[in-house]
């Protein structure tokens, strides 16, 4: 694996149907994502965003191009160079608009669960658990159901899960969408903290401006393409928790 790239993707490009029926989704993305850092994609509804973050996440392959993740190719176009499945479960994380939580779980066995499809027993998946719903901010809430927990610390508990078997990327797709200011900034800066400290590099779908001094680098998408991307001027420093 890299020691710094997280992410490198390579002239990717997605087309569907061909002929008359043919509809190009994402044409020549390539974008290199560092251990640490936070990206933002930006752009409208429909200008390929998500087509390329199922596309980096390994479920819905490219017509042409490469991934790779941690130095590692894995996919060449759509043929593999690894088990996805294996690969996805190890070392990519996902975090979603609605945190996905299992309603039936509590927050701890939400993240449990995670480290026990990949191998973990069930004491050490517990015992990792409670570690990171702690440094989450949430470790209080740990027996308590998803109903009996707020947006903001459904979120949180998404991360942990997120995080729970030490992945080099994580993928975040509009995460904030259905939170209010004040607590779509702290899960922002939690994405912050936890690349900074975990050393991952963050991915993150979204239409919420109000946050972006808070990402390391911004990429623009349109009709497919990148059209922009922008570095801050002095490195962020890491939020404190909230």
């Known amino acids: 694996m890299s020691d710094t790239w997280a992410i490198e993707t ?17 044409r020549d993305v390539t974008m290199t994502v560092r251990r640490g850092e936070v990206v933002a994609l930006l752009g409208p509804s429909g200008s390929g ?48 608009q609605k945190s996905n939580l ?4 509590s927050a701890r066995e939400n993240v449990q669960v995670a480290l026990e499809l990949n191998g973990a027993t069930p004491r050490q998946a517990r015992r990792r658990a409670l570690e990171l719903l702690d440094e989450l901010g949430v470790g209080d809430r740990a027996d308590n159901g998803p ?9 949180r508990v998404a991360v942990a899960r997120a995080l729970a078997n030490d ?8 995460p904030t969408a259905a939170l209010d200011s004040h607590r779509g900034r702290q899960v922002m800066e ?14 993150v ?14 990429y623009e998408m349109e009709d497919g393409a990148i059209t922009s991307h922008s570095e801050p001027q002095e490195p962020h420093s890491v939020a404190a928790t909230t």
Request: hydrophobic share 45%; proline share 4%; no cysteine.
């Open 10 to 26: 390579r002239g990717l490009a997605k087309v569907y149907g061909s002929g008359n029926t043919e509809v190009v989704a994402m």
């Open 205 to 218: 779908v979204t239409h919420d401006h109000r946050t972006l001094e808070v990402f390391d680098t911004i």
């Open 49 to 96: 965003k998500s087509t390329f973050l199922t596309a980096v996440g390994l479920i819905n392959p490219p017509t042409s191009g490469q991934i790779l993740i941690g130095g590692a190719l894995v996919l060449d176009g759509p043929a593999a160079a690894v088990n996805l499945r294996t690969f996805r479960r190890k070392h990519i994380g996902y975090v979603f």
């Open 167 to 174: 992945p080099s990327v994580i993928l975040a797709d509009e």
């Open 102 to 105: 299992i309603p039936f779980l």
């Open 190 to 203: 939690l994405f912050q903290r936890v690349a900074h400290q975990h050393g991952a590099g963050v991915i």
């Open 147 to 155: 109903s009996m927990l707020s947006g903001g610390q459904q979120q």
